[in-house]
């Protein structure tokens, strides 16, 4: 069994959280007392059911953290009474060495059927309303003795009971919550939310789908890769496809949540006053109803603080069995749920150094003498700019699809009096419905009023309108929706502007960076006691309104953060949100110059990387195979409607034995070799294009040489050859310097350091030029490979030569041909061993065999390897 690397799986785990029978009710204590409440608003122990596989190698599976942020304030029961939508909720798990877990959590309510649970239910039901009944005739009584007022004891009781939530076994149906829950390695929020959502809709009509829920699941498990870095991905759910995209190394980390919605639920100078209390590591309290709201809001404002990363607490849903964490002295972020109580019911430790943020409410209380942040005023009439640009675009396609829907209803109109006209013999409204079906108009005015909701009302007529208006739902779109796009582009344009501010406050930062005189263990040793950014020649050099800002800021640990991995950069690789920054720095600074410093120009970098991102939807890199029946399942599960059934454990446990190699994977790396080496070059837009143009110059299409003279002919030839034999020259000799190390400085060759991603542009570019040469005027090739035909067609002559074989000069080139026959007429060449003699009694010793130094011996080699790799597979 061989498992997939932590890099190439799309999802970890599937989970299933809720109700566990065999243990029963259980109350949650841990979300405190609710004795006092009626048991459907009393919140329940929940449970992990079924996680799928047992355990990955990279990610070993927290249950506790899973269950508790699957369902953070516990079960809930309702009544069918009851508001049941489903809801969706993204979560994050923390690991002791900070690296995280991603989470999606859809909830949705199930109907009970468990007979002990019902029984239970109604236990409770029952003793509730007794305590009920008696604290209001108490309450009665002492109201009666000490006043005056008349009140009629049975019509206080029924009204007082009636404004409950009650469960009456005989007439009511119990409902409980339910969680299907995927957990990544990557924060893909939109496509885990989508196969959710889609996995549920087939749990409530089981009829529509084509294979078990167990291929569904197996296959977003074990078959859907991890799109690499800078491509994107379709995947198949149940009912459409999904898609996704990773940006490159080069670009903005991924980030999966809706930025628009956050402009929608605050207003943008609050938005701007909590990122720079954020900044200034303040206390960070968010308060909503909604889980996702406060998931939202905190990751939000973590991916507009970049480059910069939070060092302090983050639980953006904090349990309810966790809220004494509000009593830490520390610099926190954290997002807590409230039910029906008011914000007067809330008690806080401390809110003088606290922000506050009521999304509900759409309010934002900032601790005292917050300073501003600087270029506030531009920064906050940049985002209403583009705030205003997104809904202007959104309203436009809004009026163009609605004139277009009336203008097919117009056409739509006049077909319906034509057919009118020649039916006047179909009097009902079922034989002229069957007319509309045969109408394309009428197939295309269907189509728009889904999307559109234009005209709801004509699914109501009949069952075939259902069938034509779902058939929209069958296709196979090749790229995202308009919506998916537009939230792309809206996420890209924020983060753009937020990441421009930073590059001109801090345009002249790694200037006051004050490097180590030791190594590197040295310097880690000594971390704490040495002094590494001169703050003070870097305030005094800042204009005076940025010091408020920039005195508190640049003692924050965050920062500090950020110079140590400035630092480290000298010895190792840099931190990939610094390498980022950087590139932005040094590319405005060739833009604009050095007169950056203490100026403020808007971003000019939205375009370039919108097409970034217009590119990878347009071209999708890789479609995922689609499900399909499992071997190992040889009956389907049945399903009854709205309940998720128990599934397969067998199959979902059982690993797949991937290949060694793939087709798409290969396709894949060198796609990857690709974009590697033209992000090592690190040109700014002049050099890149310049470079371009020269390799564009180079790869011209050469004449035809029956065009061209025998001179020029030949010396076209030698150019080419020249200049390929100088290529391989150099980078074979710039890989040797680096295997030698030390042995090549001290033969004068100089220090030439190659990362491991250079090497592999350098290997792979080497195989190219290699190609190339044995590729150079052939009409047509063997395979794919040019070389590796000229190699395989040698070891046939060859082993033609030492044997008996008979060689077919027809299959050879004539040069090639003649050469073989002549070869046949010699003698094969006798093997010459060498003889030792021995120092007395001339006694010959064994003779050694000497080392192979054909080419022949290799290609034998690697042909069977290659052969026992194939059959291993």
Not at 365 to 393: M, T, W, Y
Request: aromatic share 10%; charged share 25%; hydrophobic share 35%.
């Amino acid at each position: 069994m061989t498992f997939q690397s932590q890099s190439t799986r799309f999802a970890d785990y599937f989970v299933v959280c809720g109700l566990d029978v065999k243990s029963g009710l259980e109350p949650d204590q841990l979300s405190g007392e609710h004795l006092q409440c009626p048991p459907l608003d009393r919140p329940f122990k929940s449970k992990v059911l079924d996680h799928y596989p047992e355990s990955v190698p990279w990610n070993a599976f927290d249950k506790v953290a899973v269950g508790m942020l699957s369902f953070p304030r516990g079960l809930s029961f309702c009544i069918q009474k009851a508001d049941r939508q489903p809801d969706f909720h993204s979560f994050i798990i923390t690991r002791e060495d900070g690296t995280r877990t991603y989470g999606s959590a859809f909830i949705y309510y199930e109907e009970v059927t468990d007979d002990k649970i019902l029984a239970a239910m109604q236990t409770l039901q029952h003793m509730f309303l007794a305590e009920v009944e008696t604290d209001v005739s108490d309450t009665l009584h002492i109201e009666q003795v000490g006043g005056n007022l008349r009140f009629s004891p049975g019509t206080t009781k029924k009204r007082t009971i009636d404004n409950l939530k009650i469960y009456k076994s005989n007439k009511d149906r119990l409902y409980v919550t339910k969680c299907l829950c995927l957990i990544t390695q990557q924060p893909f929020v939109q496509p885990t939310q989508q196969f959710l959502q889609q996995l549920h809709s087939a749990v409530l009509n089981p009829t529509e789908i084509e294979f078990s829920l167990e291929s569904y699941i197996y296959n977003v498990l074990y078959e859907v890769p991890l799109p690499p870095p800078g491509r994107s991905m379709k995947f198949y759910g149940i009912k459409s496809p999904i898609f996704c995209q990773r940006p490159s190394v080069s670009e903005l980390p991924l980030f999966d949540f809706c930025l628009s919605q956050l402009f929608d639920y605050l207003d943008i100078r609050d938005i701007v006053q909590l990122f720079t209390t954020l900044l200034l590591e303040h206390q960070v309290l968010l308060y909503s109803s909604d889980y996702q709201k406060l998931m939202l809001v905190a990751e939000c404002m973590m991916t507009l603080i970049f480059p910069y990363q939070w060092q302090h607490v983050y639980v953006p849903i904090l349990p309810a069995s966790l809220t004494h964490f509000l009593d830490a002295p520390v610099p926190f972020v954290m997002g807590l749920h409230h039910g029906k109580e008011s914000r007067s019911e809330l008690q806080l430790p401390s809110e003088a150094n606290m922000c506050f943020v009521d999304i509900d409410a759409r309010t934002v209380e900032v601790p005292e003498d917050l300073p501003n942040f600087p270029h506030s005023q531009e920064l906050i009439g940049e985002l209403i700019k583009v705030k205003n640009k997104f809904r202007h675009a959104n309203e436009k396609s809004v009026n163009i699809t609605t004139r277009k829907s009336f203008s097919t209803l117009d056409n739509f109109d006049s077909s319906l009096k034509d057919s009118r006209l020649s039916n006047q013999s179909c009097p009902d409204l079922q034989n002229k419905l069957d007319i509309l079906h045969k109408s394309e108009a009428f197939n295309k005015i269907s189509e728009i009023a889904k999307k559109t909701g234009v005209w709801n009302t004509i699914d109501e007529f009949s069952d075939k309108t259902k069938d034509v208006s779902t058939q929209n739902d069958d296709n196979d779109p090749s790229s995202m929706s308009e919506q998916e796009i537009t939230q792309l582009n809206y996420n890209n344009t924020v983060r753009e502007i937020f990441l421009n501010h930073f590059l001109h406050i801090f345009s002249s930062y790694d200037t006051f960076v004050i490097p180590p005189n030791q190594d590197m263990e040295s310097w880690l040793t000594n971390r704490e006691s040495m002094q590494n950014f001169d703050k003070a020649s870097f305030l005094s050099d800042q204009p005076e309104a940025y010091l408020p800002f920039l005195s508190y800021f640049t003692e924050t640990q965050m920062f500090a953060t950020f110079i140590d991995n400035k630092i480290l950069s000298l010895w190792e690789d840099p931190e990939p949100s610094l390498r980022i920054f950087d590139g932005r720095l040094k590319l405005l600074k060739e833009q604009v110059g050095e007169h950056v410093r203490h100026t403020y120009a808007p971003c000019n970098t939205i375009e370039d990387t919108e097409n970034l991102l217009k590119k990878r939807v347009i071209y999708v890199d890789h479609v995922s195979p689609k499900p399909h029946t499992l071997e190992g399942l040889t009956v389907s599960t049945t399903i009854e409607p709205g309940n998720f059934p128990q599934l397969n454990e067998k199959v979902l446990n059982t690993e797949p034995v991937f290949k060694a190699k793939s087709r798409e994977g290969a396709k894949w790396r060198k796609r990857d070799r690709q974009l590697q080496h033209s992000e090592h070059l690190k040109m700014n837009p002049e050099q890149r294009e310049k470079y371009l143009q020269e390799a564009r110059s180079k790869s011209m299409r050469q004449p035809k040489l029956s065009d061209m003279s025998a001179s020029a002919m030949i010396q076209t030839n030698w150019k080419f050859v020249e200049t390929l034999l100088q290529e391989g020259k150099t980078k074979t000799k710039r890989m040797l310097v680096d295997k030698m190390g030390h042995e090549a400085i001290e033969l004068g060759h100089g220090e030439v350091n190659i990362t491991g991603v250079e090497e592999n542009t350098l290997i792979a570019s080497l195989c190219d030029m290699l190609e190339r040469i044995w590729s150079h005027g052939l009409q047509s090739k063997k395979g794919k490979s040019a070389l590796w035909s000229h190699l395989t067609s040698f070891l046939e002559l060859e082993e033609c030569k030492q044997g008996n074989r008979y060689l077919d000069p027809n299959l050879l080139s004539p040069d090639v041909a003649n050469l073989a026959l002549d070869d046949f007429h010699l003698k094969p060449t006798e093997k010459k061993g060498h003889k030792r003699k021995g120092s007395s009694g001339r006694i010959e010793l064994p003779t050694l065999t000497p080392l192979p130094t054909s080419i022949t011996h290799d290609l034998r080699f690697v042909i069977y390897t290659l052969r026992t790799e194939v059959l291993a597979g």
